[in-house]
T-cell receptor, first 116, second 113 residues
Framework: GENVEQHPSTLSVQEGDSAVIKCTYS??????FPWYKQELGKGPQLIIDIRSNVGEKKDQRIAVTLNKTAKHFSLHITETQPEDSAVYFC???????????????FGKGTHLIIQP | DGGITQSPKYLFRKEGQNVTLSCEQNLNHDAMYWYRQDPGQGLRLIYY???????QKGDIAEGYSVSREKKESFPLTVTSAQKNPTAFYLCASSIVHEGETQYFGPGTRLLVL
């Protein structure tokens, strides 16, 4: 099955600086990679995702990059703000194959702290 | 409003008691999931269902049971066999099981009295 490693477990950055969270995966069949943000006491919310037919995707201050050869993908947050403080999870999944393939496999999460 | 609802927000269980957590979705999704989250930990899959009247065990199914009698509902029962049930329980759904975004509910926090 798939295995997703996420680093670092805790990341503290100054407000206005950039934050980068990295994930690696093991299954070369994986080609869908979402990122979730979880605020305290709430359910995770999808913030951005990428499929393996592209190498980078941006949405305002958030971007995700994917290196399929190296089997790693990263979340980049620029101009960080206090409301970016949360736990972030990466995940990986193969596409639908009709054969009962696995769903999403999650990393263990990164606690991002934005220092004022 | 489309989305996933979970109830109750907080639930208390006494020793030897079974409790049931509710999860409802109106997104017309085929697949539904239950995860357990412990403080400072990631998401661990308890059970999932790809279609009505069918479900599969996840990584930590012992002490839990589910049913999927309707497409929009996937209740989770925490049985007395689950010796350490205190956790945050998250329900999710997706269009299909593989390669699609899972959308999460707000969660239920279960505490043992």
């Amino acid at each position: 099955g798939e295995n997703v490693e996420q680093h670092p477990s805790t990341l503290s950055v100054q407000e206005g600086d950039s934050a980068v969270i990295k994930c690696t995966y093991s299954d070369s069949a994986s080609n869908y990679f979402p990122w979730y943000k979880q605020e305290l006491g709430k359910g995770p919310q999808l913030i951005i995702d990428i499929r393996s037919n592209v190498g980078e995707k941006k949405d305002q201050r958030i971007a995700v990059t994917l290196n399929k050869t190296a089997k790693h993908f990263s979340l980049h947050i620029t101009e960080t703000q206090p409301e970016d403080s949360a736990v972030y999870f990466c995940a990986a999944s193969p596409s639908y194959s009709g054969g009962g393939a696995d769903g999403l496999t999650f990393g263990k999460g990164t606690h991002l702290i934005i220092q004022p | 409003d489309g989305g996933i609802t979970q109830s109750p927000k907080y639930l208390f269980r006494k020793e030897g008691q079974n409790v049931t957590l509710s999860c409802e979705q109106n997104l017309n999704h085929d697949a539904m999931y239950w995860y357990r989250q412990d403080p400072g930990q990631g998401l661990r899959l308890i059970y999932y269902s790809q279609i009505v009247n069918d479900f599969q065990k996840g990584d930590i199914a012992e002490g839990y049971s589910v049913s999927r009698e309707k497409k929009e509902s996937f209740p989770l029962t925490v049985t007395s066999a689950q010796k350490n049930p205190t956790a945050f329980y998250l329900c999710a759904s997706s269009i299909v099981h593989e390669g699609e975004t899972q959308y999460f509910g707000p969660g239920t926090r279960l505490l043992v009295l």
